[in-house]
């Protein structure tokens, strides 16, 4: 499949939105090295997270006006939509900017895929997500259940090449949001202080960034899949309690670890990933382990500290 992919991406045109981002960061480097023509939309500048031989596109993708230019300028063959205002938080300050970046983004990038005949849209989904009819449990969820429900009406009434990957929790090297749990616990950590955490208790499917790159090359390169929702995550559950007390004893064996320093958050998604069904959809399962996805990521931040 890693032929069919390079074979299929090789001087193609892919834009991917939050370039600047965690995930688009490594599939950025993972497509230049396949010889894709990668273009990448940040709002930040280029120069804060330079990738060699990626073309910038610096604006906001809830700006129509502006993802209009781009497409014009790329003339994109294949989409991918990582750009999000990822958050857990249940303030409902938050509603106003989930909603313009998760949603009016991905119904921009709807409309402009199906105007430019692109050969495939993979949109970014989320295990916050509720399968089931639930009620999502923060704005965040609402948002990209809206835009994962955009999706499957547009692949119904006009046909646009859509795919939705349903992303767990990544995690791995070189991600700057150190608010989130990996990097905050690890840093914290090589600093020689107590991370504080809530209790711990939730339940959590873990995947490592590279096994999430390649699932997203499979979701756009795998035909008679669209208008379908694929889950990439581990189809694993470990609790946030044991995930921290494996990468301590990679980082700092024997350290305090600060469990019920915090509240824990209410109305969490408990989730795992169907493997079976995204190896049956796209010949995709993970390959790195969580104890080695933990390892290679506490030796990134140790290296840069």
Same mark, same amino acid.
């Given at each position: 499949?890693?032929?069919?992919?390079?074979?299929?991406?090789?001087?193609?045109?892919?834009?991917?939105?939050?370039?600047?981002?965690?995930?688009?960061?490594?599939?950025?480097?993972?497509?230049?090295?396949?010889?894709?023509?990668?273009?990448?939309?940040?709002?930040?500048?280029?120069?804060?997270?330079?990738?060699?031989?990626?073309?910038?596109? $610096?604006?906001?993708?809830?700006? +129509?006006?502006?993802?209009?230019?781009?497409?014009?300028?790329?003339?994109? +063959? %294949?989409?991918?939509?990582?750009?999000?205002?990822?958050?857990?938080?249940?303030?409902?300050?938050?509603?106003?900017?989930?909603?313009?970046?998760?949603?009016?983004?991905?119904?921009?990038?709807?409309?402009?895929?199906?105007?430019?005949? =692109?050969?495939?849209?993979?949109?970014?989904?989320?295990?916050?997500?509720?399968?089931?009819?639930?009620?999502?449990?923060?704005?965040?969820?609402?948002?990209?259940?809206?835009?994962?429900? %955009?999706?499957?009406?547009?692949?119904?009434? %006009?046909?646009?090449?859509?795919?939705?990957?349903?992303?767990?929790?990544?995690?791995?090297?070189? $991600?700057?949001?150190?608010?989130?749990?990996?990097?905050?616990?690890?840093?914290?950590?090589?600093?020689?202080?107590?991370?504080?955490?809530?209790?711990?208790?939730?339940?959590?499917?873990?995947? %490592?960034?590279?096994?999430?790159?390649?699932?997203?090359?499979? =979701?756009?390169?795998?035909?008679?899949?669209?208008?379908?929702?694929?889950?990439?995550?581990?189809?694993?559950?470990?609790?946030?309690?044991?995930?921290?007390?494996?990468?301590?004893?990679?980082?700092?064996?024997?350290?305090?670890?600060?469990?019920?320093?915090?509240?824990?958050?209410?109305?969490? $998604?408990?989730?795992?990933?169907?493997?079976?069904?995204?190896?049956?959809?796209?010949?995709?399962?993970?390959?790195?382990?969580?104890?080695?996805?933990?390892?290679?990521?506490?030796?990134?931040?140790?290296?840069?500290?």
């Amino acid at each position: 499949m890693d032929d069919v992919i390079a074979q299929t991406l090789r001087g193609r045109r892919v834009l991917i939105t939050g370039a600047s981002g965690f995930i688009g960061y490594h599939l950025a480097r993972r497509l230049i090295a396949l010889g894709a023509e990668a273009h990448g939309i940040s709002r930040e500048p280029a120069s804060s997270r330079p990738i060699d031989g990626l073309r910038w596109h $610096q604006g906001d993708v809830a700006d +129509e006006a502006f993802l209009g230019q781009v497409f014009e300028v790329a003339r994109p +063959e %294949y989409v991918v939509h990582l750009a999000s205002e990822v958050t857990g938080s249940r303030d409902r300050q938050i509603i106003t900017t989930t909603l313009r970046a998760n949603l009016i983004s991905t119904v921009h990038l709807l409309n402009l895929v199906t105007d430019h005949n =692109c050969q495939r849209l993979v949109l970014a989904g989320s295990l916050e997500e509720p399968t089931d009819g639930g009620i999502p449990s923060s704005p965040y969820g609402v948002s990209k259940a809206a835009a994962s429900l %955009y999706a499957r009406t547009f692949s119904t009434l %006009y046909q646009t090449p859509v795919v939705t990957a349903r992303l767990f929790m990544v995690y791995g090297p070189a $991600q700057r949001d150190m608010s989130k749990i990996v990097p905050y616990v690890t840093t914290t950590l090589l600093r020689g202080e107590v991370p504080k955490l809530s209790s711990g208790v939730r339940p959590v499917d873990w995947i %490592y960034v590279d096994d999430v790159v390649d699932g997203l090359l499979r =979701c756009a390169v795998t035909p008679g899949v669209e208008g379908r929702t694929i889950d990439l995550g581990s189809g694993e559950l470990v609790t946030i309690r044991q995930m921290v007390e494996t990468l301590a004893e990679v980082v700092a064996p024997g350290a305090a670890l600060g469990f019920g320093a915090l509240p824990d958050r209410p109305f969490e $998604q408990v989730r795992a990933a169907d493997v079976t069904a995204s190896l049956a959809l796209i010949g995709w399962r993970p390959q790195v382990a969580l104890a080695e996805g933990l390892r290679r990521t506490a030796k990134y931040y140790r290296d840069q500290l």
